[in-house]
């Protein structure tokens, strides 16, 4: 039964294997940034709660981009199990830690995946992954540039207000909206 439904599409077993581990990923990443909005919420931290409610969408968009391709391909789109959502966090800046920790972790997954592509001769998927390569420059620059702004403005006083406010306003390559 497999080689027969194998026989319908160039979409090699492993390849399907290791998109349905980052269509799980994606997930992952929407229910963390879901729960690290609720956490922001509870703790004061409107603007960056609502900076994290469009993470998840984003999240969850990217989710579904790779299962309409394993789909379109012939393969088997794993509806993924949620599991391992951190529901507390130990602090504001920690939160933007682990978001980074969280994108870092992406775009390796998302390189593995070209590299495997590649060995397979997967050049649809080549091709198809190169989206995602060029959307984690901006996923791991937004987040990286959040951890930062803990340091330049300071959490002292009126600190964390600020960095709040600013949180949503990151834009990759807008240096000036900042
Ligand atoms: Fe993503
Ligand atoms: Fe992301």
């Known amino acids: 039964m ?3 439904v194998r026989m319908r599409t160039s979409l090699k077993e492993e390849i399907e294997r290791i998109l349905n581990e980052q269509i799980k990923m994606e997930a992952h990443s929407s229910a963390i940034y879901l ?3 609720a956490w922001c919420d509870r703790n004061g ?3 960056s709660a ?5 993470q ?6 990217h989710m579904l981009k ?13 509806s993924p199990e949620v599991t391992n959502v951190p529901q507390e966090f130990d602090g504001f800046r920690d939160v933007f830690e682990l978001a980074l920790q969280q ?3 992406v775009s390796n997954s998302i390189n593995r995946i070209v590299g495997q592509a590649r060995q397979f001769n997967d050049f649809a998927t080549d091709q198809f992954m190169q989206w995602f ?3 984690q420059i901006e996923e791991e620059y937004v987040a990286r540039r959040a951890v930062e702004l803990f340091d330049v403005i300071g959490e002292e006083g009126v600190g964390r207000y600020m960095i709040d406010k600013a949180i949503p306003k990151i834009t990759y390559g807008d240096v000036e909206a900042q």
Do not use: P
């Open 2 to 4: 497999k080689d027969l």
């Open 35 to 37: 729960s690290m909005a």
């Open 45 to 47: 931290f409107d603007f």
């Open 50 to 54: 609502g900076y994290f409610y469009k």
């Open 56 to 61: 998840s969408n984003e999240e969850r968009n």
């Open 66 to 78: 790779l299962f309409n391709y394993v789909s379109d391909m012939g393969g088997h789109a794993i």
């Open 103 to 105: 994108e870092i972790a």
């Open 133 to 135: 390569v060029k959307e």
